[in-house]
């Protein structure tokens, strides 16, 4: 017997998780176009523009600034494996999820994080992480999530990074979900190590992870006394490949499409611009919260401090959580997110992400919503 495998033709979804987030249609054509070679001087030229608008997106001039190629999980690695030696000392901010996966990170270089634990569904409380500082003199870095995807909170990123740098320290900061979606200013925060990924906020495909690190975080991985443990992500050979002018050299095979995919999303929000891009987000949250709370939905995260492009809302009593995502799943095509950690079962997570902030997502949403809470 001889199997049959058929073309793999995805169903339509409308994604409203916490990532990856709809692709704009601009971006999958650019992804299908003919691949090039990973050192053809046309292939080079994308790669220099794609710098380019990193450092718009990112709001820095930083040399070292690229796409790593891998996800997001794979930025953060990439600057831990490179700032840290071991021996280190790093203070760690945790409010969910992500918080937890930077204390491993740092561990796994042989260093000591030193947590700074806050409620999940709460921000980082800056009193906590001063402590913490002036208790730790010799600590070489402060780690933190900006926008905590499994909690939908903002971390004050400007004031932590001003904190760190007032008692000496580096800023390691996670602008997965933040990248495109919220105000982030890296050069004017003075952040010393950023990491991100596509497939949130900047609406492009999964895999790859935008990093930039800054002037003092270079001199950090000039000087280390051990090399870096992991050959892939050491910034000091990916950078025979990435770096500036016409010398590249080979190092790995660039993925050449989606990069393509990552210059027409970076492109799309050059030209909406940043302050309009955070505004829709804006928007589209405060219409969305109103559809929500119409229908009895309520919001977890203090208004203070809530990200409008990953909206929390507790599930009402006598609600089957997973039934209900089956449901908008299997009926509307609809996914939305699922609790993580302590909050499984608790809360629903909703995805306005990039492309996907709209309109026409808000309406839907809330009216599958609407029609299969009333079963
Ligand atoms: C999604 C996410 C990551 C991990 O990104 P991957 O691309 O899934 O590896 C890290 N941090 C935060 C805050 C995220 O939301």
New binding site residues.
Partial sequence: MTAQFNTFIPPVRTLMG??PSDVDPRILNALSRPTLGHLDPAFIGLMDEVKTLLQFAFQTDNQLTMPVS???????ESVFVNLLEPGDKVIVCQN???GG?MQQNVQRCGATAVMVQDTWGQQTDLQKVEEALKANPDAKAVAF??????TGVRNDAKAISELAKRYDCLSIV?????LGGIELDVDGWQIDAI?S????CLSCV??L?PVSFSHAAVEVIKARKTPVQSWFLDMDLVMGYWGQGGKRAYHHTAPVNSLYALHESLRILHNEGLQPAWQRHDEMHQTLKSGLENIGLEFVVDEAYRLPQ?NMVSIPDGVNDAEVRGQLLSEFGLEIGAGLGELAGKVWRIGLMGYGSNMKNVDYCVSALTSVLKR
């Fill in positions: 916490p990532g891998a996800p997001g999980s794979a930025g953060m969910g999820v992500f996966r999530v900006h926008a905590e995807t499994s996670d602008a997965v979900t933040s990491y990924g596509t497939q949130k999964p895999g992870s990953l």
